[in-house]
């Protein structure tokens, strides 16, 4: 396994990782439809957000994004074969340790608030708290910097 930066070569493959995800699989058009396109993640990317990508044999087994202006974790994903393997773990240390580099005290990300989602449980385990707060579908966790007390 190699963990590396993405780069804007990596957004088509990206985004077909997305699409294959265990519990909260969208289609191409379903993200569209979210404004989350090609052209709007090269944007991002552009933009002050950065994201790294875990490759296996070439190939991208997962992915997570974060926006350097807000804080927010704006994606984690994991291709299913890939699974409980420490992927997910590894990548989001990697967005966490360059949004808090950057002086953030919070961090925050949407989550599917049914605790039968194994996201659900998975970041808990990390130390990301609920807020009660709700976003679209999903609720609003936040992990506080413990260097920030």
């Known amino acids: ?3 590396r930066e993405m780069g804007q070569e990596d957004v088509d493959e990206v985004l077909h ?3 294959l995800t265990r519990e909260n699989a969208l289609t191409l058009d379903e993200l569209a439809a979210m404004r989350i396109t ?3 993640v090269r944007q991002t ?3 002050g957000s950065k994201g790294w990508v875990c490759e296996e044999d070439g190939e991208i087994v997962g992915f997570t994004m974060g926006a350097a202006d807000s804080g927010e974790v704006l994606v984690l994903a994991v291709l299913p074969e890939h699974e409980g393997r420490g992927i997910g773990r590894k990548l989001l240390e990697l967005v966490q340790c360059w949004l808090l580099s950057l002086g953030h ?11 039968s989602i194994r996201a659900y449980g998975f ?5 990301w708290c609920p807020t009660g707060e709700l976003r679209d579908d999903g609720q609003i966790l936040r992990l506080r910097n413990s260097g920030s007390e």
């Not at 961090?107 to 605790?115: A, M, R, T």
């Not at 970041?123 to 130390?127: C, F, H, I, Q, V």
Request: no cysteine.
């Open 1 to 3: 396994m190699r963990f």
């Open 17 to 19: 990782v997305r699409t």
């Open 38 to 40: 090609p052209e709007s």
């Open 45 to 47: 990317l552009n933009t």
């Open 105 to 115: 005290r919070e961090l925050w990300l949407v989550e599917n608030p049914d605790p």
């Open 123 to 127: 970041y808990r385990r990390l130390g």
